[in-house]
């Protein structure tokens, strides 16, 4: 009982990992966008092109002159340019990708 349980956990959390193929900071599927969970991690993802020193700060390694750089070069199209416009180095960014976003900016 207990294998079949631990083949069912790991069919379970496969199926999971796989569903969708969610990557933040990129649109939603219409799966993603019905999907609770995935509208809770974008939710809770630091938006790049909005976020106040505070909220950068809070993220690993993004010092408050990292934070400064990267609100002085808004907006940004995806979180990938705060590496390819030299912003930060790719190893931080390697440690906060999963929890950023870049939305387009409000127009007023």
Same mark, same amino acid.
Not at 27 to 47: G, L, M, R, Y
Not at 73 to 76: D, E, F, Q, T
């Given at each position: 009982m207990a294998q079949s349980n631990g083949m069912v956990f790991s069919l379970s959390l496969m199926v999971f990992l796989s569903y969708g193929g969610l990557q933040l900071g990129c649109?939603?599927? +219409?799966? =993603?966008? %019905?999907?609770?969970?995935?509208?809770?991690?974008? +939710?809770? =993802?630091? %938006?790049i092109n909005s976020a106040s020193e505070d909220q950068l700060t809070k993220l690993p390694e993004i010092t408050m002159g990292l934070a400064l750089k990267i609100m002085g070069?808004?907006?940004?199209q995806n979180p990938q340019e705060l590496v390819t416009r030299q912003v930060i180095p790719q190893d931080i960014y390697d440690k906060i990708k999963d929890r950023i976003v870049a939305r387009a900016?409000?127009?007023?």
């Open positions: 649109p939603p599927t +219409a799966a =993603a966008a %019905d999907d609770p969970a995935a509208q809770s991690v974008q +939710a809770e =993802a630091v %938006d070069g808004r907006p940004y900016p409000q127009k007023n």
